[in-house]
């Protein structure tokens, strides 16, 4: 941390999480309120390794679960049925629950390890944990280029799972759920959690090698979104408002619902253009297109 703490010495208890949160304000005005709770947190744990390791963790399962619950209650709830895209195949409570089971001891026995292993490799690559943290345009430029690179290593590494001997070994498990739900979007063999996560970790630590510029915060930011696309992507609901119309290249649950139901084409996370460079697109003007190109080779064929 580039903030030094002093204490020993201080009235407002300075053994306390706020007694660090005190003194740190009453020296640095310049910091914002969540830089002050940050580094007030280092400066408490007196241990980077466990202070990014507890702070990731639970981020993780706070946004996992958290973003999942709204999707929980609209299935229970019935509150969108008009937009539920597979609307015969509404998940059960139990099925749900099932799926929470599995999530959890997966979180617990394979992410967990890895989720430790990550301040060591972040400091080995020059990932910053220093307050202030970088400015919002910073923050957002590498975020949208962690989305390009996880999004591109989505796609191929997804298409290679889906050919015959990886799917039965591995990919099977992810795919248990013809009409997905937004907690199953981790719902998957430890070896797929890992193939799929080098994506949204590897993309930030490989700018972070040739760059030497990225901030542990701005990774938590990327992780925080992508939780939402993955678990959106799952959701199974699309709506009039959904991100796609907006943005045409985005994919969004739209895409994903039809990749879950007819098991090919498809394969990328947030964006269409892979699906469409490569023609894996599946969907019905998709279809149609390639239906009318066939028939205009056939028709060529018969001249
Ligand atoms: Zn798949
Ligand atoms: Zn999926």
Known sequence: MTISVNSSFSSASPETYWGHFEEISGYNSQLNVAERLWAAWYAWMRNDVLATGIMSFAMHELVYFGRSLPWILIDTLGFFNNYKIQSSKIPSLK???DCAKFVLLSHFTVE???IWLFH????????STSVPFPSVWTMVYQIAIFFVMEDTWH???HRA???GPLYKAIHKIHHQYSAPFGMAAEYASPIEVMILGFGTVGSPILWCAATGDLHVFTMYVWIVLRLFQAIDAHSGYEFPWSLHHFLPFWAGADHHDLHHEKFV???SSS???WD????TEYSPEAIKRRRECKASIGAKKAQ
């Open 276 to 279: 469409y460079l490569l023609d």
């Open 161 to 163: 799972l889906h050919w």
């Open 120 to 127: 060591p490799m972040a400091q080995f690559f020059g990932l």
């Open 95 to 97: 099925e749900q629950w």
């Open 112 to 114: 967990l390890p890895q």
């Open 271 to 273: 964006f269409r253009w």
């Open 155 to 157: 796609y191929f590494s």
């Open 265 to 267: 084409g498809n394969y």
